[in-house]
């Protein structure tokens, strides 16, 4: 992508209703005006809310966002770029229940107030080998989560990384937090089983459909290589601190 196309990208970024831009100020180490208001002032209705984090171009957001009108949806990411692409379509054709927000997801805390999530999607993010805390399910962001998630709230985490999927499990096992479901090949072996699963009576059958019917950018790339997807849903419920999981990292670096 050219200079001169991130610019023109940026620049209709700000013309998006559907696109929250704060600037550090507002979310280093104090709350932002929506934080706790998402429904009432950004959404204008009341409906669970659902973020996905690392959102890229917004096609996950977009797509839930279609597929289930009684529920609010928000991505995040920090590429002014990739969130063009999403925040163009939900902006040109007027979602309602869409919305992005670019902010680094270390400032997630100043956004979102306690009990104001129903659910969280982390799709193909960095499995920062050999960085846990900059990992999305460290004991460090389930902590974050945990403040504003509610009771039972889930998180979805649909990945290529055998590595991230078989930590994000071991720290779910060490810390007592209940799975709901998991596939380690999930358009393969492991399709049928997760029909059967308890996400389907938790979230609804339309949301395992989507994890099969709608596909990221990077996504299909992975899947045009081969390389098999896999999946799992957790609560974060937990008293106290979150620790790190005894695992076998080795085994699953690629």
């Known amino acids: 992508m050219s200079g001169k196309d991130k610019l023109r990208k940026f620049r209709e970024n700000e013309g998006f209703t559907c696109l929250v831009q704060p600037s550090t100020a507002e979310v280093l180490g104090c709350d932002h005006p929506l934080k706790g208001r998402w429904n009432s002032d950004f959404f204008k209705a009341d409906r669970p809310v659902v973020v996905e984090l690392g959102c890229g171009k917004g096609e996950y957001t977009v797509e839930l966002g279609l597929r289930n009108p009684s529920f609010n949806y928000i991505g995040v990411d920090i590429k002014g770029a990739r969130l063009w692409k999403g925040a163009k379509f939900a902006h040109e054709n007027r979602l309602p229940n869409v919305g992005f927000l670019r902010t680094r997801i270390e400032f997630i805390e100043s956004m979102f107030a306690r009990d104001e999530v129903s659910e969280i999607w982390i799709t193909f993010a960095d499995p920062q080998i050999g960085r846990e805390k ?121």
Do not use: M
């Not at 479901?181 to 059967?196: F, M, V």
């Not at 620790?243 to 076998?248: I, L, Q, R």
């Open 134 to 254: 900059k990992r999305l399910t460290s004991p460090l962001f389930l902590a974050r989560y945990r403040n504003f998630l509610k009771p039972g709230g889930i998180i979805h985490l649909k990945t290529d990384s055998r590595y991230l999927h078989e930590y994000s499990k071991a720290i779910a096992e060490q810390n007592g937090l209940e799975i709901l479901a998991e596939a380690t090949d999930l358009y393969g072996t492991d399709r049928d089983r997760l029909y059967d699963s308890g996400i389907a009576s938790v979230c609804g059958k339309d949301a395992v459909d989507a994890l099969f019917q709608v596909q990221t950018f990077y996504e299909q790339q992975y899947l045009a290589q081969g390389i098999p997807i896999t999946y799992l849903a957790f609560t974060v419920d937990h008293e106290g601190p979150y620790v790190s999981p005894e695992w076998e990292p080795d085994r699953w670096e690629r």
